[in-house]
């Protein structure tokens, strides 16, 4: 504490220099500040003397009286004053305190919204408060569309016959069919585009065609029927799918070429105007589902290899501005706006469940199913306003036949038809002495064995899905399998008679179907390498895998000789070229043969003889091939009702063992923007009112297990 001068100097000095005139000058000699002296005075009766008449506040004191009223309050007032200035500082330190506490609390909210911005914690369903209706169907759909301005819906369908297109009122589901038969020389069904739509005015409902295996830009086109009633026409040569801009002033649109190219048609611009392309994908990869912005700013597209690997990406009507929207690398598909900021979608999930229903914003990109039952999709479309979709909800069925057949390869046995050996199974294959294949039991998909009237779960797996069909080996005694399993790949190997598994490989991602060596030493499998699938031996003693071939190469067949395999090569437009490689993987030389995506192939009986299924469902047939000539000649046809999508031939030729795939669906109108609870249905409307349990966002625990799902995912293989 400072300390006021000493008595003895005060006492040295005159009776002038002993005066202190104002408050100011006795404050500065005790070295405190006013308001104390002032105090000082007050109680402590510090000695201080006022001028009678001069003007008020007018003080003086001396400093010798000073300096004896000090000395006998010295110890008193200095001890008060250490008492007094922890207390006044306290004051102080707490609001410094609180300041720093206030600061740290606005980051911590910060940091917390930045994430939950980041995370969409505060998402909110799209389809929260949306009305389902159940319409009726005019038979076994396979997709559907609606209206620009939703009030009409378009289905895909088979009704005792080949697949027609079928019209209705949304609101009345009161369906015609518009081609009665116009199209069974066609396929016009395709789950990886969007096979129906309407024109920019809704006077016109277009379909997607193919004729043949679509090897030639002729042979896909989209046709248009009149709503009004008409002949069927062509509506765009060479086009496989395409969309209108809002204001109708643009089309965009892709052919069949290799990238699936991406053009934009200015309709003002008139007939001999050329399209601008805007942007192509590599050889091998695709871009599908077309989709302009409500604002017709942006066309959003989905861009990937079949059959998995896709994703949404988003370009400018320019070209310019090429963005990835989602980062899931699954199997994705019709891509509807709702808004300018929503995009619903149907995808698989990462152990390949689906397809299931999904929504994302375009600016936060953070994916959401909002879908949270066991409900699978096969499509998705919605009016130009996003209020009203429809969507066709599967609930297909699976089981395996037998097709006995002629040993003179002529044709069916005579009077014989297929006959059901399983009631629940796909993606046959033939030992000597069983049927193996792939089924799901009490939400556990695994491989089953079938021999001698015994069948029994050979292996299965609590997390996983079964991506390709099981390949015996050379011996009959083992099988090899590929897993989704927890997001990885795994390549399994199974004792055929106990079941007992090994994991092979997991490191890698793998793609197709796989095939033992001859030797039955190694398997060779699709390895996906910088973004690729191509062919690569992987040998069960532990060395590394070797690169086999060095192109797009998937879904490996060796010839019953051991000569060579066959795979398919890089799918472009609706169909890919089926080739040859030697053991060392060297080109080895095949008759050209082009097949329809979809087709699957296998060996009958000798090296020079292969069987190819094709066709769409209502209209297969398998198919001899001469390798050497590539001449062909039907083996069997499929009854009208049947649709098979894996096959398996015994070593003679005699017996086909294939999958029946049934693939009825529900269209279902979606109503958003209503009360969540159902609302009566008019009398007079054939059609049910249901709400399906949509969730604002759905967790972890309410998601299926992907094996519960496996059986609607295996409807896509």
């Not at 065609?209 to 509506?235: F, N």
């Not at 953070?366 to 996003?386: C, F, K, N």
């Not at 049927?435 to 939400?443: D, H, K, N, Q, T």
């Not at 071939?549 to 879904?555: I, L």
Request: glycine share 8%; net charge neutral.
């Amino acid at each position: 504490m400072d300390e006021p001068p000493s008595v003895d100097g005060a006492s040295a000095r005159g009776p002038s220099a002993d005066r202190l005139d104002s408050w100011k000058k006795i404050a500065t000699y005790l070295k405190r500040d006013v308001s104390t002296v002032q105090r000082w005075e007050r109680r402590e009766a510090m000695p201080v003397h006022r001028h009678l008449h001069d003007k008020r506040g007018s003080v003086f004191a001396f400093r010798s009286e000073l300096d004896l009223w000090w000395e006998g309050r010295r110890a008193r007032l200095t001890s008060e004053e250490a008492d007094e200035t922890p207390s006044a500082a306290a004051p102080r330190k707490r609001l410094a305190v609180r300041i720093v506490a206030a600061v740290a609390v606005v980051a911590v909210i910060a940091i917390l919204a930045w994430l939950a911005g980041a995370r969409d914690f505060f998402w909110r369903s799209p389809l929260a408060n949306a009305r389902f209706v159940r319409l009726p169907t005019p038979g076994t759909v396979q997709a559907a569309s609606i209206s620009r301005d939703g009030k009409l819906v378009a289905a895909l369908a088979a009704r005792d016959g080949p697949i027609d297109v079928w019209l209705a009122e949304a609101d009345r589901g009161n369906y015609r069919n518009l081609t009665h038969g116009t199209l069974s020389d066609l396929s016009v069904v395709n789950p990886v585009i969007r096979s129906l739509d309407f024109s920019a005015d809704d006077s016109v409902l277009t379909v997607w065609t193919r004729r043949s295996v679509g090897s030639q830009t002729e042979d896909v086109k989209v046709l248009a029927l009149p709503i009004a009633g008409g002949e069927l026409r062509t509506y765009l040569p060479g086009v496989a799918e395409f969309d209108w801009s809002h204001d109708g002033k643009r089309l965009v649109y892709h052919t069949t070429a290799p990238g699936d190219p991406l053009f934009v048609r200015e309709v003002a611009a008139g007939d001999g105007a050329t399209d601008r392309r805007i942007y192509v994908a590599p050889a091998g990869v695709h871009c599908h589902f077309p989709l302009w912005s409500p604002d017709d700013d942006y066309i959003y597209f989905a861009r990937g290899v079949p059959a998995d690997g896709w994703d949404i990406w988003r370009i400018r009507p320019s070209g310019s501005g090429l963005e990835r929207i989602t980062t899931q690398n699954t199997r994705i598909a019709y891509p509807a706006m709702i808004d300018r900021r929503t995009i619903l979608y149907l995808a698989t999930d990462t152990a390949g469940g689906g397809p299931w229903l999904y929504a994302v914003d375009v600016e936060r990109r953070a994916p959401h199913r909002i879908s949270s039952g066991l409900e699978s999709y096969t499509s998705l479309a919605a009016s130009a306003d996003g209020q009203r979709l429809v969507a066709t909800i599967a609930n297909p069925h699976t089981s395996l036949w037998r097709l006995t057949v002629s040993q003179d390869r002529s044709g069916a046995a005579a009077g014989i038809a297929p006959a059901m050996t399983v009631a629940d199974g796909i993606k046959p294959r033939l030992s000597r002495d069983a049927i193996f294949y792939v089924a799901s039991r009490a939400g556990r998909q695994g491989i089953w064995r079938v021999a001698g009237g015994d069948t029994r779960e050979l292996w299965s797996s609590a997390h996983g899905v079964v991506t390709g069909g099981p390949a015996v080996a050379p011996d009959g005694r083992r099988l090899a399998v590929t897993v989704s399993e927890e997001g990885r790949t795994r390549l399994y190997v199974l004792d055929s008679r106990t079941g007992h598994a090994n994991v092979v490989r997991s490191e890698f991602e793998l793609r197709g179907n796989l095939a033992w060596t001859p030797d039955g030493q190694a398997l060779v499998v699709a390895v996906v390498r910088d973004g690729e699938p191509r062919l690569t031996r992987i040998a069960l003693n532990g060395e590394g895998p070797q690169p086999l071939v060095a192109e797009y190469s998937v879904d490996p067949v060796w010839s019953p000789d051991g000569r060579f395999l066959l795979f398919a090569g890089a799918d472009v437009g609706t169909s890919f070229p089926l080739r040859a490689a030697a053991p060392d993987g060297r080109p080895y030389p095949l008759q050209s043969l082009i097949l329809a995506r979809g087709s699957r192939v296998a060996f009958s009986g000798d090296a020079q003889t292969l069987v190819i299924l094709q066709g769409q469902p209502g209209h297969q047939v398998f198919l001899t091939t001469d390798l050497r000539t590539g001449a062909q000649r039907p083996l069997a046809e499929l009854p009208a009702n049947f649709a098979a999508r894996d096959f398996d031939i015994s070593a003679g030729g005699d017996e086909i063992v294939f999958d029946r795939i049934e693939e009825n669906a529900d269209v279902a109108l979606i109503e958003r923007g209503l009360d969540s609870a159902p609302v009566a249905c008019r009398l007079d409307a054939p059609m049910e009112c249901f709400h399906f349990g949509f969730q604002p966002s759905v967790t972890q625990e309410q998601l299926p297990s992907p094996t519960e799902a496996a059986f609607m995912h295996n409807r896509l293989i």
